[in-house]
């Protein structure tokens, strides 16, 4: 898949081991970029990404990120290489702790954009758990494997996974990824409720990332401002607050400041016009 390179009206963090990329109009492009390491996450590298999708969504013209790992694998986790170096020193027995944004700044992320996850190949431990916190997920048929091997090696998914987990797939299928450390396939990550869209991937893995391309250029195409909203009352409904609390928290919030907006307006006359929207960027 041909990807355009950095436009210059942006200028986001510059990290190591990041690519960054922006393959259609509003999409940011993220590619893990530790192939040899299987795009393991080292601990200083946490707190890099969570300042990238701080400025992500900071950045008024870009309205949605897919997130993808180089090579073979979409992400196996924490650097275990680096935490057992660092276990064996006195001085610091287990990894830095990330931000309160979760493992690679996404797996206890609020945010305020939508981040589709573009499963390439294996999603192992931390990186299974930044995918249970992405909005949209992605994945191939066939190389893809998902899990969270963390009991088997003596840690816990603790950075936001659990109790997600358990919202999304219910507590004995939630029971059956954390305690036994299982490997799973993309179909029955679909059929768990996971993966939204599973992808033939098997001549090439560029279709998934295409793909997921493409579902963000379809949500970019939307009033940025309702996709910022909507997104926000499906977070309140997740963490388990109450419908009725979380519709009036939406309604005092976020769907206040864009009511009668130039967004709002522009939906409504377009439609009465008969023809496509044309947005302005968010101010939300």
């Known amino acids: 898949m041909s990807v355009s390179m950095q436009p210059s009206q942006y200028q986001p963090p510059d990290i190591k081991d990041v690519l960054l990329t922006f393959p259609t109009k509003h999409v940011m492009l993220v590619t893990l970029n530790r192939p040899s390491r299987l795009n393991a996450i080292p601990s200083w590298l946490h707190d890099q990404l969570h300042k990238l999708f701080k400025w992500f969504d900071s950045e008024p013209s870009l309205r949605c990120a897919v997130l993808t790992g180089a090579g073979k694998t979409f992400c196996a986790g924490a650097d275990l290489k680096e935490w ?3 276990s064996d020193t006195p001085e610091s027995s287990t990894p830095e702790r990330w931000n309160t944004s979760g493992f690679g700044g996404l797996s206890n992320r609020l ?9 390439n190949g294996p999603c192992i431990g931390g990186g299974m758990e930044m995918l249970i916190n992405c909005d949209l997920v992605v994945a191939g048929r066939h190389r893809p494997r998902f899990g969270l091997p963390e009991v088997r090696r003596g840690v816990v998914a603790s950075a936001g996974a659990l109790p997600r987990l358990i919202r999304t797939v219910g507590k004995q299928r939630a029971g059956e990824l954390a305690l036994l450390g299982r490997m799973y396939n993309s ?3 679909k059929d768990w409720g996971l993966v939204n869209f599973v992808i033939d991937d098997e001549k090439s893995s560029e279709g998934v990332v295409a793909e997921a391309v493409r579902l963000a250029a379809e949500i970019a195409d939307n009033s940025p401002d309702s996709v910022i909203t909507s997104r926000e009352g499906l977070r309140l409904g997740w963490e388990a607050i109450g419908p009725v609390f979380a519709t009036e928290i939406l309604g005092k919030g976020l769907f206040g400041r864009m009511d009668g907006g130039e967004n709002m307006k522009e939906g409504l006359r377009s439609f009465g016009e008969r023809r496509k929207a044309v947005w302005t960027d968010s101010k939300l």
């Open 84 to 86: 057992k170096k660092r």
């Open 111 to 119: 945010g305020k954009k939508p981040i589709i996850a573009a499963v």
């Open 187 to 189: 179909e029955q990550m």
